[in-house]
Each structure stands twice: as structure tokens, then as C-alpha cells.
């Protein structure tokens, strides 16, 4: 009978410090709470001062404005509208856990103030939308850390991760839609542009070689390079320490000019492609560097070409580039290696992005409109989360991921010759 009585206190005021975190009251929420009386005139406008911010005015309606109604009215009606207000409806969840429980969700045993990040767990999932930049950094850290300890504290952000660190110069203006790309070979970050070859020493200098061939395409495969080279009619791959070494000719059917291709395990994939007028390939082939047999894949969705490429848990993940008459893409395509099936993924905020892994996550980086964005690829809900932005804007740039787990960029077409790396 006093839980009836008094609800307020029972259910929201031991929660009041985690659901400042997730209450938004802008928009649709704060119209519904005026609607039922519970915000008189001058507390809207004090709630939709630009200055205040989002965790302030959530604050400032939760143990200020709202105290000040009967403890049934006032609980009710919360609960109510928070029902009717799209995307904070799983808020009424929380309130309905044990008040012995805390903020363990109901579903999983992962106990913690920002609930849970168990992927399995809706409430989970509904949570990770809301959070602001930061907190969405440490939903990423909790990933990548396993998530697996229960009634932990809540971890401080690493000093020096996810923040984007700017290293030396490349030798020449990296553009990878004029044939210039970077990889790591052999443990040396590695930047092709042309006809040349350049390699970071430990010493911080670029070495320069010569390969004698227009590089299309810098492949990495089974830590040793490749080239993907060709002219108008053909194309085809060398080795990057053997240029005169041709490997058999790539099939037919990617059309001569800007194929992608990428390296995994033993293999080599190569994808898309287009001719003078525009048209594209939906072409998928693979090479195999033990037996030098060529094998075609199942085609993607949507023909494309100039796109970029990452390969993370036995899945090949396509984006960016142009489709038909040089329309610039967003479309994320994947394909499974083991059910042989294509599946389109949420499209990147970005067109014309850059794919790469990091830990088994995939990361877009910059494209238009926002050029030095990045974001984050969150499977549960199939959607992109923002990341701390790169120090410059890039278009058309080159990615790689290295062994030592950071993802380096350099080039494109906003002239950067300056390469910059991320670490998680």
C-alpha cells in the first residue's frame, strides 16, 4: 500500500541518477508532459533554453520540476507518457524492474549504471540509441572488452584511445580514385601512387622504389604484396617483389577500369568495375595465391566500381564508390564466404566512405558530406554510431588496418598528403 501511495519515491527517485542519462526531454516528451499539466508555461521555456544542456534539462524536470505534483499524478502521468513517446518507451522498463534489483535488466544478468550492453538484451539496444558522443565511445570500449564481468564499476575512458593521432607526411599527394592506395607489407606502412612504391622506415623516412607498372590496386595477401595492374582491354596481378612475375590474367567480366580488390588469408578478391562509359560490373572473383586458380563468386547486389573493401569474420563488406552514370554510394553490401549469400547492410551516413575492421568492427571514414567523420557499425541494431573525427577531411583516401591493431589513413581528394592513424 505505500509503494501505491507514494510510487515517485519508490520507483524513480533510486533510479534518479541513471535516467538523467537516458530521459530526453525535448520534442515529443516535454509536449505530452505540458499536455497533462505537469509543466506550467515559464518550465517549458526554461526546458527549451538552447544553452541548457539535454542531461541538465532531464535533471532539471526529474528533481525539480516534476517533484513539485502529487506523488500519484505526477507518476502516472510520467509513465504515461514516456509510453507514448517513440523511442523512450523502454525507459518504463527500468521503473518496472524490483526495487532489490537496482538497474539489472530483466532479461540478462549484466548488472551496471548505463543498464545493459548484453546483445541480446532489447532494453540493451534501445539504450545504445540514446547515447550521447561520449557514452557512446564507452559502449564501444565495454564491445571490445568482452562485456562479461558482472557489478564492475563503471571504467574511465583510456587516455590516448579513440582519438585520432597525426603522423608524418606521405611522400606524395595519396589520391586511391588516381590509383594510390596504403597497406601494411611485411610490418612497414606502405603507400602506392603510380609507378611508385614508398615505404615507412623505423626512422620515420619514406623509402621510394620504382615498380615499373601503373598500380591500380596494392593488395595485401599473406603478408606479402600484390599489384593489381592492367591497361584498356585487360587487367591483371604481379607481385609486389617480382613485377615481372605476371599472375594468370583476371576473368573477364569486372571491366578495365577501377576494380577493387583486397586481400585474405591466401586469397585475393577482386570486385566491380566499369568502362569509359560509365557502365558498371557486379562481378565478383577470387584468386587463389597456393593453387593460381581464378574462382567467380556469386555477384553482389548492385554493380559499382572505385568502392572500397574490408574482409572481418569471414565476411566481405563492400561500400562507397559510384554506381551507374557515376552516382556517388552509400550502400553497404556484405558477403557471407561460408553461405555464399550477398545481404545489404544499413547504408553509411557518408557516400563515397572509406570501409575498414578494427577488432572485428567496422569503421566508414570520411566521404561527403561530412569529410572527416567517422562512425561505427553496431550489429545489434543495424545501424552506424559516430567516432571522434579525423584531424582532416577526406575523400577518396586510402585505409588500412595494421597488426598492432590501428587503422591509418592517408590522401585523397582533398589534398592531405598527411597520414593519421586511430587506435582502439
Known amino acids: 500500500m505505500e509503494i501505491a501511495a507514494n510510487p515517485w519515491d519508490e520507483f524513480v527517485v533510486p533510479r534518479l541518477d541513471a535516467l538523467v542519462d537516458v530521459v530526453d526531454v525535448e520534442g515529443e516528451l516535454l509536449d505530452k508532459l505540458t499536455a497533462y499539466e505537469l509543466i506550467s508555461r515559464d518550465d517549458w521555456e526554461r526546458l527549451r533554453l538552447p544553452s541548457v544542456t539535454k542531461r541538465d534539462k532531464a535533471r532539471m524536470l526529474l528533481m525539480d520540476i516534476l517533484p513539485r505534483k502529487g506523488a500519484r499524478d505526477r507518476y502516472d502521468a510520467f509513465v504515461d507518457a514516456l509510453r507514448r513517446t517513440g523511442g523512450q518507451e523502454h525507459i518504463v522498463k527500468i521503473l518496472e524492474l524490483p526495487p532489490q534489483r537496482g538497474l539489472t535488466c530483466a532479461r540478462c544478468n549484466y548488472s551496471k549504471e548505463f543498464f545493459s550492453y548484453s546483445s541480446s538484451c532489447q532494453l540493451a539496444a534501445e539504450k545504445q540509441r540514446t547515447l550521447e558522443a561520449e557514452k557512446r565511445v564507452f559502449a564501444l570500449e565495454m564491445l571490445l572488452s568482452g562485456m562479461r564481468l558482472k557489478h564492475e564499476p563503471k571504467p574511465q575512458l583510456s587516455k590516448g584511445r579513440f582519438q585520432w593521432k597525426k603522423l608524418v607526411e606521405s611522400p606524395r599527394l ?22 611508385y612504391i614508398f615505404q615507412l622506415a623505423d626512422d620515420g623516412r619514406w623509402e621510394e622504389s620504382c615498380v ?120 553497404v553490401e556484405c558477403f557471407d564466404m561460408a553461405a555464399e549469400k550477398w545481404i545489404n547492410l544499413c547504408p553509411t551516413t557518408n557516400k563515397l566512405c572509406e570501409l575498414s575492421s578494427l577488432h572485428g568492427e567496422l569503421i566508414a571514414t570520411g566521404g561527403l558530406p561530412t569529410q572527416n567523420a567517422v562512425e561505427i557499425y553496431y550489429k545489434e541494431t543495424n545501424s552506424w554510431l559516430p567516432l571522434p573525427p579525423m584531424t582532416g577531411n577526406r575523400i577518396g583516401h586510402g585505409a588500412c588496418t595494421t597488426e598492432d591493431n590501428k587503422l591509418y589513413v592517408a590522401g585523397g581528394n582533398t589534398f592531405s598528403n598527411f597520414v593519421e592513424h586511430f587506435e582502439l
Open 174 to 195: 595519396l589520391q586511391r580514385y588516381s590509383s594510390g592506395q596504403i597497406e601494411e607489407i611485411n610490418r612497414a606502412i606502405t603507400i602506392a601512387q603510380g609507378h
Open 212 to 331: 615499373g607498372v601503373n598500380v591500380r590496386c596494392l593488395i595485401k595477401c599473406q603478408n606479402e604484396g600484390y599489384i593489381l595492374t592492367g591497361n584498356e582491354t585487360s587487367q591483371y596481378i604481379v607481385e609486389l617483389k617480382n613485377t615481372g612475375k605476371v599472375l594468370p590474367t583476371v576473368p573477364d567480366g569486372h571491366l578495365p577500369f577501377r576494380t577493387s580488390a583486397i586481400g585474405h588469408k591466401e586469397k585475393i578478391f577482386l570486385v566491380g568495375g566499369a568502362d569509359k562509359l560509365g557502365s558498371t560490373s557486379q562481378v565478383v572473383t577470387c584468386f587463389n595465391s597456393r593453387t593460381y586458380e581464378w574462382t567467380c563468386l556469386p555477384s553482389m547486389i548492385r554493380g559499382r566500381y572505385g568502392c572500397s573493401l574490408t574482409i572481418a569474420n569471414n565476411q566481405l563488406f563492400i561500400g562507397g564508390g559510384l554506381h551507374e552514370s557515376s552516382t556517388a554510394s552509400n550502400v
